[in-house]
């Protein structure tokens, strides 16, 4: 008889799909729950999300908006007014002009990235991602079938990669460099003279554009913001990302959006058009309300977020072996811990890395962190300070004490 058994398959799931990590802040935030749902105390400063409420005049809009009957498809890259107010908010902010046709609004800053990654990067295309880096970009590069090229900072620069260092990675083949600025995961935010030295480059390579990931605008202990887009020479090949998440506190609205060429914003929209078909028409009008009240709100939240910085940082440096540059903007510390590696735990196992060191202060301070691997740092270690001063101070007491352990 002929053997009619169907081949056994491994698995249903597309190689793309396999190929794809799961976001380590996500990974480690589900085992913080694990461990929370046995009634252990965990203190999850595993997160990137603001501990603030949405402004209430903010969340009244949205109310108002469902009374109004703005219910409907809105299009694809955002309502008129929206776009408008982006415009705008450009202009005050950050003395940028654009036209509503170059701004394209998305559910998140997280889908304008991804527009713009998918729209630019051909199989095969080099993308310099600024090394430590948040996590998505590299699984957004290789969704495109693009080849992340890390690029890394020192820490005496505060990770902050350099002109030099990136003229000489740029190759025939290199068509995007990312980066986010104020940075997530080292709190490092580049100056104008550092980004009109990147400029310069980049205006030496016609082929490269740039992706240039504002999310943390607002939350800056330095004071100025400085955008790649200000500079004449290369304004029409950075793509701006900016949005809703952090300075307004309104991560779970799924608000972003990029600004960019004409060109460049349509291929955007018409990706978007066939993956999500722009985002909730209430957010949007929620956000429009955020952008007429201004920075206000944002600027409260900040004083909170530097005070609790430096609430952490007076903590942190009394820890042996934590070597942690002072974050000028975001809300997260990245020590580098390589000192503890080697060592052992009182159970006898050793802390091969940063992951593992991560897990031992998971388990015995139930203090819930992301190991640096994930940003492309192996020596780090990222904290989330977006959480309560009183959790925070118990947290690197708990810490403190782990350590002493090993
Ligand atoms: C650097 C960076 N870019 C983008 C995002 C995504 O933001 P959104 O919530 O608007 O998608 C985050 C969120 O953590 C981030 O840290």
């Not at 957010?283 to 201004?294: F, I, K, N």
């Not at 042996?320 to 903007?329: C, I, K, L, V, Y």
């Not at 052992?344 to 890395?353: E, F, H, K, Q, Y």
Request: proline letters at 6%.
């Amino acid at each position: 008889m002929p053997d009619t058994a169907a081949p056994v398959t491994t698995s249903p799931l597309s190689d793309r799909l396999l190929a794809m990590n799961e976001p380590a802040t996500i990974a480690m935030v589900k085992k913080a729950r694990e461990l929370m749902a046995t009634g252990v105390d965990v203190i999850n400063l595993s997160f990137g999300e603001p501990d603030f409420q949405t402004p209430q005049y903010i969340k009244d809009a949205a109310k108002q908006a469902l009374d109004d009957g703005y219910t409907f498809y809105t299009p694809v890259p955002g309502i008129p007014e929206l776009r408008q107010a982006i415009c705008d908010k450009f202009k005050r902010d950050n003395q940028l002009d654009f036209l509503p046709n170059q701004i394209v609004v998305s559910t998140g800053a997280k889908q304008a990235l991804a527009n713009a990654v998918l729209s630019l990067v051909n199989p095969g295309d080099e993308v310099i991602v600024f090394s430590p880096y948040w996590v998505s970009y590299e699984e957004m590069v290789k969704l495109a079938d693009g080849v992340t090229v890390e690029l890394r900072g020192t820490l005496a620069n505060e990770y902050k990669v350099t002109a030099a260092q990136l003229e000489a990675a740029i190759t025939p083949r290199t068509k995007l460099v990312m980066y986010s600025s104020p940075c997530n995961p080292t709190g490092a935010v580049f100056s104008r003279e550092e980004l009109g030295a990147i400029a310069e480059v980049l205006t030496r390579h016609p082929q490269v554009y740039a992706l240039a990931d504002e999310i943390y605008e607002y939350i800056n202990f330095v004071g100025e913001h400085a955008s790649l887009a200000h500079f004449p020479e290369v304004k029409d090949r950075v793509i701006t990302v900016n949005g809703f998440s952090k300075g307004y506190a309104m991560t779970g609205w799924r608000l972003g959006y990029l600004a960019a060429r004409p060109d460049i914003a349509a291929a955007c929209e018409k990706m978007q058009s066939q993956i999500t078909s722009g985002t909730c028409s209430i957010s949007q009008r929620a956000g429009l309300a955020a952008l007429r009240g201004g920075r206000a709100s944002a600027d409260e939240m900040v004083a909170a977020y530097r005070r609790r910085r430096d609430l952490v940082l007076d903590i942190v440096k009394d820890i042996p072996g934590f070597n942690t540059p002072t974050p000028s903007g975001a809300f997260y510390i990245f020590p580098e811990v390589s000192a503890y590696f080697g060592r052992t735990t009182p159970d006898g196992s050793v802390i091969n890395n940063a992951l593992d060191l991560a897990l031992f202060m998971l388990n015995d301070a139930h203090v819930s962190a992301v190991s640096g691997d994930a940003f492309g740092a192996p020596e780090c270690i990222r904290f989330s300070t977006a959480a309560a001063d009183d959790k925070l101070v118990e947290a690197f007491r708990r810490i403190r004490a782990s350590l002493a352990k090993l």
